[in-house]
């Protein structure tokens, strides 16, 4: 089992910068892969960016250039840095574990709760 704790939400103007964390624990040699994931009212969830446990991110192209995932080994725990905000960017923010090959998730997967991201004027 692995449990995973979002922070770091909040309100926002266009143009400024947040950013999140995910902390990890429990079992966590059993994923490979966190993820941020994202859910608009009234849209599907989709995925924001990953990154391996070797590193190698990706990142959805309605935010490349703006956010950057990154991880901090010694504190279980993996960010999200977000610039350039935007109205669009409004959600829910939610950490995600598994195990990714490719992109293919497999077995079973870990979520947060999730936290709040509001850009607004």
């Known amino acids: 089992q692995v449990q995973l704790v979002e922070s770091g939400g909040g309100l926002v103007q266009p143009g400024g910068s947040l950013r999140l964390s995910c902390a990890a624990s429990?079992?966590?040699?059993?994923?490979?892969?966190m993820a941020w994931y994202r859910q608009a009212p009234g849209k599907e969830r989709e995925l924001v960016a990953t990154?391996?446990?070797?590193?190698?991110?990706n990142y959805a192209d309605s935010v490349k250039g703006r956010f950057t995932i990154s991880r901090d080994n010694a504190k279980n725990t993996v960010y999200l840095q977000m610039n350039s905000l935007k109205p669009d960017d409004t959600a829910v923010y939610y950490c995600?574990?598994?195990?990714?090959?490719?992109?293919?998730?497999?077995?079973?997967?870990?979520w947060g709760r999730g936290t709040q991201v509001t850009v607004s004027s």
């Open positions: 995600n574990a598994g195990i990714l090959y490719g992109v293919a998730w497999y077995g079973q997967r870990y």
């Open positions: 990154i391996t446990n070797d590193g190698n991110t």
């Open positions: 429990g079992s966590i040699s059993s994923i490979n892969t």
